[in-house]
């Protein structure tokens, strides 16, 4: 019912920039909290940043200061600004969205994963 599209990975040099963007499209439900996480090869996945209905935020110590995650409530996307990447950062980054639909649990959608690859 409800569809995460993530984009804005890409190939950027030590010291760039992106920015990531995740929309959920369908109808009938409503988005809670919304957050990041990423993945590189041999290690688990691990949250870098959430934000919640309150606009709250958490953030992974490892990206506190060089990221920023927001949202707009209108668009039903939630943004995640990354500045002063670190060939650290390179991994999969996964969009996750809290779904609430009438008459259904409430539950956790994730995006398809967008590569963000930072050169030295």
């Known amino acids: 019912q409800v569809q995460l599209v993530e984009s804005g990975g890409g190939l950027v040099q030590a010291g760039g920039s992106l920015r990531l963007s995740c929309t959920a499209s369908?109808?009938?439900?409503?988005?809670?909290?919304m957050g990041w996480y990423r993945q590189a090869p041999g290690n688990q996945r691990e949250l870098v940043a959430r934000?919640?209905?309150?606009?709250?935020?958490n953030y992974a110590d490892a990206v506190k200061g060089r990221f920023t995650i927001s949202r707009d409530n209108a668009k039903n996307t939630v943004y995640l600004q990354m500045n002063s990447l670190k060939p650290d950062d390179t991994a999969v980054y996964y969009c996750?969205?809290?779904?609430?639909?009438?008459?259904?649990?409430?539950?956790?959608?994730w995006g398809q994963g967008t590569q963000v690859t930072v050169s030295s």
């Open positions: 996750n969205v809290r779904i609430v639909t009438i008459g259904l649990p409430t539950y956790s959608s």
């Open positions: 369908g109808s009938g439900f409503s988005v809670n909290s």
């Open positions: 934000i919640f209905r309150d606009d709250s935020t």
